[in-house]
């Protein structure tokens, strides 16, 4: 049953502010390790990102994918804030979802 099918106004995943209270206390304790929230939609991912918390997708062929949100500082050369990937070859890269990330079901939290 795909997340569409459900009754609206369902919650299917922990509230923004139970979010931010889980990145908070896994930053407290020394790590984000592990997935805290699976079977996200891409709009549950993007909410996750704006907190804090570092997303990856279940479909990605590479292993050790993740998305996180870089706010630039006063010190930056880019002004307004952007989402990068961390890829299966240890490099960092501005990232841009295609329609597939868009419409997967497969989002989790790092």
Not at 59 to 79: C, E, F, H, I, V
């Amino acid at each position: 049953m795909s997340r569409y099918d459900e009754t609206p106004g369902a919650p299917m995943c922990d509230t923004a502010s139970d979010i931010k209270a889980k990145i908070e206390a896994r930053q407290l304790s020394g790590g984000l390790g592990g997935c805290s929230q699976a079977n996200m939609t891409f709009g549950d991912a993007l909410r996750v990102l704006k907190l804090g918390a570092r997303v990856g997708r279940f479909g990605w062929n590479g292993r050790g994918m993740w998305l996180a949100l870089q706010r630039p500082d006063q010190s930056s050369k880019m002004t307004l804030p952007y989402i990068y990937m961390f890829t299966a070859q240890n490099q960092t890269v501005p990232w841009l979802a295609s329609q597939t990330d868009i419409m997967s079901e497969d989002w989790y939290t790092l």
